[in-house]
């Protein structure tokens, strides 16, 4: 079997496994990307599809963590910020909703009770100045002991299934709370021309720049483990070819299941195998709509805490008009599903989407096209774990780490956590190890 030597092996390339790829070759380190299909960027990418860019997953990214990751290893992100970030739809009218005091804002139009607002806004805020509410209890219940007001219900909704995929039912109330402290400091956010694919390409590029290599078609079939400590990756490049590369440390972007796979159930205890078990991806449906002409007025975001299922609809060719073929527009409608955990009645979940469509939208059947249906679930959902549900980046077994939107502290969700475990990852190895394997 061929034999090749790295510092670092990270396994997938996605944005995870690219962030930590970029800060380590920027530390130094000799690295290795290795991924399994033939295009990087994992679920923050972009494909072709009759003449679209279409995105396969993250498009919306925020200036603090994307951009000053790029600043951070000198990559070139072309972010266009949008501003108002928001539009939202209630009793038939758009409100620009700013980032900040966002829920004051919402909650204000939502409501006429003015005692309901105070109350919600006081328990809001005792939740994030003193002390998070239960993990126990769902964001919607915990809403529930304050009002009786499903629109706010609704906004609620809104912003938990655009960034965990989970209902408001779902997601536990002490998670909502930690993502809104953990992160306030995010003001301005925005799209990139191809999506998350171009942060993706300019990370990888950066890391072949300075000296990284990336294989595609490169599936890790094995991580190889001695005396519990991770020593090497077996990789098949082109499903013909095995290499063995031995390594200091390995990140594996690819996810806590794919990890364990990897390295043998054999290795893990009881209790992180039936975490492992116990993963449930957090799913969405995205329905992408082809018009002559805008379907939105030329606003860019819209959210509608009062539709059946779609939560989200973005003009995409207003701000990147680079994604669609010329006179052509490009309109992403994001919706949740009745619940996270499948099976799911798609006909019915695609039909209550088109519902929604119809009655937001004028003359829809007549403007517009759909283009695709797609919905994400299971290790290819919104998130891989759901949000709430983190693991540990550092695993049982030494040397081996988890870089992954499943593997951030708690509050990070969506594209944000894959950034934050890459950091987290290299930031430990820079920590440990001194470029080309010296053990600090
Ligand atoms: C429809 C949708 C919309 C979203 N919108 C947003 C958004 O607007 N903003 C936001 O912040 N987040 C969004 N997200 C979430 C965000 O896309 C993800 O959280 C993030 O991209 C996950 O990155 P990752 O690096 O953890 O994993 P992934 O992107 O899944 O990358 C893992 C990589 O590992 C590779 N791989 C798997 N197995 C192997 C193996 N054995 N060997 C080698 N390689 C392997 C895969 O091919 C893949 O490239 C969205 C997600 C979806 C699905």
Redesign the pocket.
């Known amino acids: 079997m061929k034999q090749a030597k790295y510092d670092v092996v990270v396994?997938?390339?996605?944005?995870?496994?690219?962030t930590a790829g970029a800060l380590l070759v920027t530390a130094g380190f000799k690295v290795l990307v290795?991924?399994?299909?033939s295009f990087?960027?994992?679920?923050?990418?972009n494909v072709e599809y009759k003449g679209f860019h279409l995105?396969?997953?993250?498009?919306?990214?925020s200036d603090e963590v994307h951009g000053e990751l790029c600043r951070e290893v000198g990559a070139q992100l072309d972010l266009r910020i949008i501003d108002p970030p928001y539009y939202f739809r209630i009793g038939g009218k758009d409100y620009p909703a700013p980032i900040a005091g966002i829920f004051r804002t919402m909650f204000g139009k939502a409501s006429k009770d003015e005692g309901e607002i105070v109350r919600v806004m006081k328990a809001f805020k005792r939740g994030i100045a003193w002390q998070e509410p239960s993990m126990n209890l769902s964001v919607y219940d915990w809403l529930m002991q304050y009002a009786d007001n499903q629109t706010m219900a609704g906004i609620i909704r809104a912003f938990v299934a655009?960034?965990t995929?989970l209902n408001h039912f779902e997601l536990p109330a002490g998670e909502f709370f930690r993502f809104v402290k953990e992160t306030s400091f995010v003001k301005k956010g925005g799209l990139c021309a191809y999506g998350?694919g171009s942060l993706t390409a300019a990370l990888a590029k950066v890391i072949k720049d300075k000296g990284g290599d990336i294989w595609l078609r490169?599936?890790?079939?094995e991580i190889i483990v001695r005396d519990g400590v991770a020593v090497g990756v077996r990789?098949r490049r082109d499903d013909i070819e095995d290499i063995e590369v031995s390594a200091t440390a390995i990140a594996c972007?690819?996810?806590p299941k794919?990890a364990v796979e990897?390295v043998g159930r054999q290795h893990f205890d009881s209790g992180y195998l039936k975490d492992i078990d116990n993963i449930k991806g957090a799913p969405?449906m995205?329905i992408y709509v082809e018009s002559d002409e805008s379907l939105t007025g030329g606003k860019t975001m819209f959210m509608w805490p009062e539709a059946r299922r779609v939560f989200c609809c973005l003009d995409y060719t207003g701000i990147c008009p680079e994604v669609t073929p010329p006179g052509k527009f490009l309109l992403e409608a994001?919706s949740y599903l009745t619940h996270s955990e499948g099976p799911y009645d798609m006909k019915s979940e695609v039909e209550l989407s088109m519902m929604d469509l119809r009655e937001n939208i004028e003359d829809f059947d007549k403007r517009a096209r759909v283009l695709k249906v797609?919905c994400?679930h299971n290790?290819?959902?919104?998130?891989?774990v759901w949000a709430g549900q983190p693991f540990e980046f550092k695993t049982p077994i030494e040397n081996l780490y988890l870089?992954?939107?499943?593997a951030a502290p708690h509050g990070w969700?969506?594209?944000?956590?894959?950034v934050k475990?890459?950091r987290l990852t290299a930031e430990e190895i820079t920590r440990r190890f001194k470029p080309s394997g010296t053990k600090v």
């Open positions: 396994i997938g390339a996605g944005l995870g496994g690219l290795a991924e399994k299909v990087i960027g994992g679920r923050c990418g995105p396969t997953g993250a498009i919306w990214l655009m960034d995929g998350g490169c599936a890790a079939k990789l972007n690819a996810g794919t990897a969405q995205i994001c797609l994400y290790q290819y959902g919104l998130m891989r870089s992954c939107d499943s969700w969506g594209s944000s956590a894959a475990s890459g």
